[in-house]
């Protein structure tokens, strides 16, 4: 599901833009591409995740970790009813516990540690990103990340404490529609940890089994990638209003027209 994860990702950040304040095109793209990234970051708790494989030997040495942790807090936590697993995958980096803090822990890195932690942080998202959607991404993003600092403001340093705290938002809306993916399909999500459901901590929330998918089956392949492949391009501010003056213009007859009639 990488490729399905980054792209609702991309289409999250886009719509979550104008509400965190990055309402021109460059601002919603680098905070778009950044939720895109950071919506493939759960499954670092998978040795053969791309988060886990991207830096080499230091995100596998991350990924160890976090599978350690998560097998660790699920053994201490786990219901009477909850299944007889390592919880490993699909546990601890998958709830909005982890999504919560992720962000939080970012906004503060990034106000703490300046421009080069931003810097760190965006750029992470970007490579995450165009690992699943392609390299398209990068010189677009990097274009965009080089038009908001040209066209900045004077006081950088306000600039930067917004970009600061719109990260730390972006991260973790990338990490919670993960678990919203991961909820739809057969094995579900226990996102909402630790609140407990029908005797579980780790409950695995999912719809009606018939609203269920399998994934890199023909239903995420062909309805639901396809579907925000669109919602992609069209969430790009000021693509909407174009599309629907176009179409408006091209259905409206003209003066002369409507003269003649």
């Not at 778009?32 to 053969?48: K, N, Q, S, V």
Request: glycine fraction near 12%; aromatic fraction near 10%.
């Amino acid at each position: 599901m990488g490729r399905t994860h980054a792209l609702t990702g991309w289409c999250a950040g886009l719509a979550l833009a104008p509400a965190v304040g990055a309402g021109t095109v460059h601002q919603a793209v680098v905070f778009a591409a950044t939720t895109a990234g950071f919506a493939l970051l759960p499954d670092l708790d998978h040795p053969g995740a791309r988060a886990s494989k991207l830096l080499g030997w230091f995100t596998g040495a991350i990924s160890w970790l976090l599978r350690r942790v998560s097998a660790a807090l699920y053994a201490l936590t786990k219901g009477p009813r909850d299944e007889k697993v390592t919880g490993k995958h699909r546990h601890l980096s998958h709830t909005v516990l982890f999504a919560v803090g992720l962000g939080f822990l970012t906004s503060w890195g990034t106000a703490e540690g300046g421009p080069w932690a931003v810097f760190g942080v965006v750029v992470l998202g970007l490579l995450l990103a165009e690992g699943a959607l392609g390299d398209w991404l990068l010189p677009v993003s990097g274009a965009a990340v080089g038009w908001w600092v040209w066209t900045a403001p004077p006081d950088k340093a306000a600039q930067l404490a917004e970009i600061s705290g719109w990260l730390g938002i972006a991260v973790a809306a990338g990490c919670f529609v993960h678990c919203l993916g991961d909820a739809l399909t057969e094995s579900g999500c226990p996102f909402l940890f630790p609140i407990p459901i029908a005797g579980e901590t780790w409950y695995e929330i999912r719809p009606p089994k018939p609203l269920r998918f399998r994934t890199g089956k023909k239903v995420e392949n062909r309805l639901i990638f396809p579907v925000f492949a669109v919602a992609a391009v069209v969430l790009i501010p000021g693509v909407w209003e174009y599309l629907f003056t176009t179409v408006q213009g091209l259905l409206t007859p003209d003066g002369s027209q409507t003269a003649v009639h």
